[in-house]
């Protein structure tokens, strides 16, 4: 009962929070703070965003042009999009500069920023183009948002999809196969020779 009365609590808590968290904000609750080392990241993060939103109003004033919420979370290690909400949750421990954490929280904007990666993702095989869609749109917050350059960009989203086929990740909903979802990033960005994996049969895409 006491476990299920923290769980409903901790439901409740991030409810509350996404509902009172501001667009392009990196909002933490009472009961977890920040480090000086991740309040930087917050803060860069937020800068990001802002950037990504004036480029947008630039490109087309009438567009709405908003970016997700931010929400701290005690626990886990990997951010995630979360469509409904428009908010990415972001581990405490994920708020840091290291390049493979600024990747992947590239890629969660990437959701978040782009349709074609966040809009129609539902099934597996779409799922599955959203997550190639949000890699490649990675490059661009990084470059836009963070400040690097093309190369820099482009080997920083290399170098985390190689960790994931390095490190064996399970599959997932829209990560059948990180092989494949490594190869057709090279692919796509005319990197080559391929990196030596072997991708799994049967996979949708």
């Given at each position: 009962?006491?476990?299920?009365?923290?769980?409903?609590?901790?439901?409740?808590?991030?409810?509350?929070?996404?509902?009172?968290?501001?667009?392009?904000?990196?909002?933490?609750?009472?009961?977890?703070?920040?480090?000086?080392?991740?309040?930087?990241?917050?803060?860069?993060?937020?800068?990001?965003?802002?950037?990504?939103?004036?480029?947008?109003?630039?490109?087309?004033?009438?567009?709405?042009?908003?970016?997700?919420?931010?929400?701290?979370?005690?626990?886990?290690?990997?951010?995630?999009?979360?469509?409904?909400?428009?908010?990415?949750?972001?581990?405490?421990?994920?708020?840091?500069?290291?390049?493979?954490?600024?990747?992947?929280?590239?890629?969660?904007?990437?959701?978040?920023?782009?349709?074609?990666?966040?809009?129609?993702?539902?099934?597996?095989?779409?799922?599955?183009?959203?997550?190639?869609?949000?890699?490649?749109?990675?490059g661009h917050v990084l470059i836009v948002g963070y400040g690097y350059n093309d190369a820099a960009a482009v080997q920083m989203m290399w170098d985390q999809l190689v960790f994931m086929v390095q490190n064996g990740g399970k599959p997932s909903h829209g990560h059948p196969d990180a092989c494949a979802e490594l190869h057709a990033f090279e692919r796509r960005v005319g990197r080559s020779p391929l990196y030596v994996c072997e991708?799994?049969?049967?996979?949708?895409?």
């Amino acid at each position: 009962m006491n476990a299920s009365r923290t769980l409903l609590a901790a439901v409740l808590a991030l409810f509350t929070l996404g509902a009172c968290a501001t667009p392009g904000q990196v909002k933490t609750d009472v009961w977890h703070s920040l480090t000086p080392a991740q309040q930087a990241e917050a803060t860069v993060i937020e800068g990001a965003l802002e950037k990504l939103v004036q480029e947008c109003r630039a490109a087309s004033p009438s567009f709405p042009c908003t970016p997700p919420k931010i929400i701290v979370t005690g626990s886990g290690t990997t951010p995630q999009y979360q469509r409904g909400g428009h908010s990415i949750l972001v581990p405490a421990a994920a708020l840091n500069p290291n390049p493979l954490f600024r990747a992947t929280m590239a890629h969660e904007i990437g959701h978040a920023w782009w349709a074609d990666a966040s809009a129609d993702c539902q099934s597996e095989a779409k799922a599955y183009v959203c997550e190639q869609n949000a890699n490649w749109h990675a490059g661009h917050v990084l470059i836009v948002g963070y400040g690097y350059n093309d190369a820099a960009a482009v080997q920083m989203m290399w170098d985390q999809l190689v960790f994931m086929v390095q490190n064996g990740g399970k599959p997932s909903h829209g990560h059948p196969d990180a092989c494949a979802e490594l190869h057709a990033f090279e692919r796509r960005v005319g990197r080559s020779p391929l990196y030596v994996c072997e991708e799994r049969t049967g996979v949708a895409r």
